[in-house]
C-alpha cells in the first residue's frame, strides 16, 4: 500500500513501526516492512510502500493509515506522529494526489539504494517536467 507524503521525509527515521494499518472491523494489520523504493531518486522521497496483510478487500477491508513513530520530514521541520490519512477503497482506482515541477538539480540524498532513473530523457525543446504521483 503506497502512502504518499505532503513533503520529502528522513529516510533515516524510517521504520516499520511508525505505521498502523487500521480494518474496517478495527483490527490492526501485521506490517512486514516498509520502503522508499523504487523512487528513491531527489525529490522523490515522499512516497513510502507498506508490505504487509491488511484485511481483506471485501469482508474487512483496510480504512485509515495512522503515523504512530517520530516519521520526520526531511528537513527536519516536521514530525508526521498523529497524522492519519483515509485508505482509498481498491475499487474507485488510482487518483493524481500531487504535480510538481521535476528539479533535475536535486542532490542525491545518498541512499546507498539503487538508482531508479535510468537513462534521463531526453531534454532537448522541452521547457519543464512534471514529476505526477
Same mark, same amino acid.
Given at each position: ?10 529516510? *533515516? ?9 487500521? *480494518?474496517?472491523?478495527? /483490527?490492526?494489520?501485521?506490517?512486514? =516492512? ?5 523512487? *528513491?531518486? #531527489?525529490?522523490?522521497?515522499?512516497? +513510502?510502500? &507498506? ?5 481483506? #478487500? @471485501? ?5 485509515? +493509515? ?17 497524522? @492519519?490519512? /483515509? ?7 488510482? *487518483?493524481?494526489? &500531487? #504535480? ?6 536535486? /542532490?542525491?540524498?545518498? &541512499? ?8 534521463? =530523457?531526453?531534454?532537448?525543446?522541452? #521547457?519543464?517536467?512534471?514529476?505526477? +504521483?
Amino acid at each position: 500500500m503506497p502512502v504518499i507524503f505532503s513533503t520529502e521525509i528522513d529516510h *533515516t527515521t524510517l521504520l516499520a513501526g511508525d505505521f498502523r494499518v487500521v *480494518t474496517a472491523s478495527g /483490527a490492526a494489520g501485521q506490517m512486514h =516492512c516498509v520502503t522508499l523504493l523504487p523512487a *528513491t531518486d #531527489a525529490g522523490e522521497l515522499r512516497t +513510502v510502500l &507498506l508490505v504487509g496483510e491488511f484485511g481483506d #478487500a @471485501e469482508t474487512d477491508p483496510p480504512v485509515k +493509515v495512522e503515523i504512530a513513530g517520530h516519521l520526520r520530514s526531511i528537513d527536519g521541520a516536521l514530525d508526521f506522529r498523529g497524522a @492519519e490519512v /483515509a485508505v482509498t477503497p481498491l475499487a474507485p482506482g488510482p *487518483t493524481l494526489v &500531487l #504535480a510538481e515541477i521535476a528539479d533535475p538539480t536535486l /542532490a542525491d540524498p545518498g &541512499l546507498g539504494q539503487r538508482r531508479t532513473d535510468g537513462t534521463d =530523457c531526453p531534454t532537448e525543446g522541452i #521547457a519543464q517536467a512534471v514529476r505526477v +504521483v
